[in-house]
């Protein structure tokens, strides 16, 4: 497959690195040694597939642009609009030029939460009560910084945006809606630090942070017949997994334990994904854009309206 990046940041470098031999040319407005300024100056012969590593306000008429010419894209987590027809038009677009849509979230592709999504899916854990994450880093002056990055609902759809995509993984969309418990502003213009609850079949809480100095991960989940717990991502690690078995009527459960420290496989595991859903016809994954994003939309007002006051 004859591979475009397209925006040359962290991320495009990272999607560069797995798709190697595939790349047939770089895009970048502003980086050096680039193929091309923009995407639409790229000859539409010359390639198959884009890897968009864009800015937001840039990604839906890019998008747009690709799919109408059958052109396979996957595009950096998220995709927001503030009106979904957006995003629908996308989907109708991909059907209709046979394009496969992806949005990447590349945690899926952590070895602990396809072990988290096997375990739950195989039943061993029974019924679940609670799940709880924790994502932090500690960007907060980085982000404040930024020229464009501290602005709107800051760590919410940046990071937000990762753990609702991980319960879609895991679990499906709740039962019950998002409410925002917290929602903090104490380095940065934009919200640094939020909490979210679901108070539903399942109780959930998500809490994510720019305040976190150093950069961890943790996962909580207490069951009918046992829990199961990740601490830490590959990126970072290392990276472990426990599941204990409950002992009834009580007692020390029986704990499985397993510890990774390895390089993040993530970005290479999620090409090769792409890949095989552009050589078997799909499908794009747009409609769990529309679920987070309508999520993240809802949250947003929730939360500017409590800090308002």
Same mark, same amino acid.
């Not at 968009?52 to 894209?73: F, N, R, S």
């Not at 943790?218 to 717990?229: I, Y």
């Not at 020390?252 to 999620?270: C, F, H, K, S, V």
């Given at each position: +497959?004859?591979?475009?990046?397209a925006?040359?940041?962290?991320?495009?470098?990272?999607?560069?690195?797995?798709?190697?031999?595939?790349?047939v040319?770089?895009?970048?407005?502003?980086?050096?040694?680039?193929?091309?300024?923009?995407?639409?100056?790229?000859?539409?012969?010359?390639?198959?597939?884009?890897? =968009?590593c864009?800015?937001?306000?840039?990604?839906?008429?890019?998008?747009?642009?690709?799919?109408?010419?059958?052109?396979?894209?996957?595009?950096?987590?998220?995709?927001? =609009?503030?009106?979904?027809?957006? *995003?629908? #038009?996308?989907?109708?677009? =991909?059907?209709?030029?046979?394009?496969?849509?992806?949005?990447?979230?590349n #945690?899926r %592709?952590?070895?602990?939460?396809? !072990?988290m999504?096997?375990? *739950?899916?195989?039943?061993?854990?029974?019924?679940?009560?609670?799940?709880?994450? %924790?994502?932090?880093n500690?960007?907060?002056?980085?982000?404040?910084?930024?020229?464009?990055r501290?602005?709107?609902?800051?760590?919410?759809?940046?990071?937000?945006? #990762?753990l609702?995509?991980t319960?879609?993984?895991?679990?499906? =969309?709740?039962?019950?809606?998002?409410?925002? !418990?917290?929602?903090? !502003?104490?380095?940065?213009?934009? %919200?640094?630090?939020?909490?979210?609850?679901?108070?539903?079949? $399942?109780? *959930?809480?998500?809490? +994510?942070?720019? &305040?976190?100095?150093?950069? #961890?991960?943790?996962?909580d989940?207490?069951?009918?017949?046992?829990?199961?717990? *990740?601490?830490?991502l590959?990126?970072?690690?290392?990276?472990?997994?426990?599941?204990?078995?409950?002992?009834l /009527?009580?007692?020390?459960?029986g704990?499985?334990?397993?510890?990774?420290?390895?390089?993040? /496989?993530?970005?290479? &595991?999620?090409?090769?994904?792409?890949?095989?859903?552009c050589?078997?016809?799909? /499908?794009?994954?747009?409609?769990?854009?529309?679920? $987070?994003?309508?999520?993240?939309?809802?949250?947003? !007002?929730?939360? &500017?309206?409590?800090?308002?006051?």
């Amino acid at each position: +497959m004859r591979v475009v990046v397209a925006g040359m940041g962290v991320q495009g470098h990272k999607r560069a690195a797995a798709a190697a031999a595939d790349v047939v040319a770089t895009v970048d407005p502003v980086a050096e040694d680039m193929d091309f300024k923009s995407i639409q100056d790229v000859p539409l012969e010359s390639y198959d597939a884009v890897l =968009a590593c864009i800015p937001d306000q840039a990604k839906m008429e890019v998008l747009g642009y690709l799919l109408e010419h059958g052109k396979h894209v996957l595009v950096e987590k998220p995709i927001l =609009a503030e009106d979904e027809t957006a *995003i629908r #038009h996308l989907r109708q677009l =991909a059907e209709t030029s046979g394009a496969v849509c992806y949005t990447a979230y590349n #945690h899926r %592709f952590e070895p602990h939460f396809m !072990r988290m999504k096997e375990l *739950i899916d195989s039943g061993a854990l029974g019924r679940i009560y609670t799940l709880r994450m %924790f994502y932090g880093n500690g960007t907060a002056r980085l982000v404040r910084d930024s020229a464009w990055r501290d602005e709107g609902t800051g760590v919410l759809p940046d990071l937000g945006s #990762h753990l609702l995509d991980t319960l879609l993984f895991w679990i499906g =969309a709740p039962s019950a809606p998002f409410a925002v !418990r917290a929602a903090n !502003r104490f380095e940065n213009r934009a %919200f640094d630090h939020v909490v979210l609850g679901s108070e539903g079949e $399942i109780s *959930i809480q998500l809490e +994510m942070t720019l &305040l976190s100095w150093r950069n #961890h991960f943790t996962c909580d989940v207490l069951a009918e017949k046992g829990s199961a717990h *990740i601490e830490s991502l590959c990126k970072w690690g290392p990276t472990t997994f426990r599941h204990r078995t409950r002992v009834l /009527p009580s007692g020390r459960p029986g704990e499985e334990e397993e510890t990774l420290e390895q390089a993040d /496989p993530t970005w290479a &595991l999620e090409y090769d994904h792409f890949k095989s859903l552009c050589s078997g016809g799909g /499908p794009s994954n747009l409609d769990n854009d529309l679920w $987070i994003n309508g999520e993240l939309n809802r949250l947003s !007002r929730q939360a &500017l309206e409590q800090a308002a006051g």
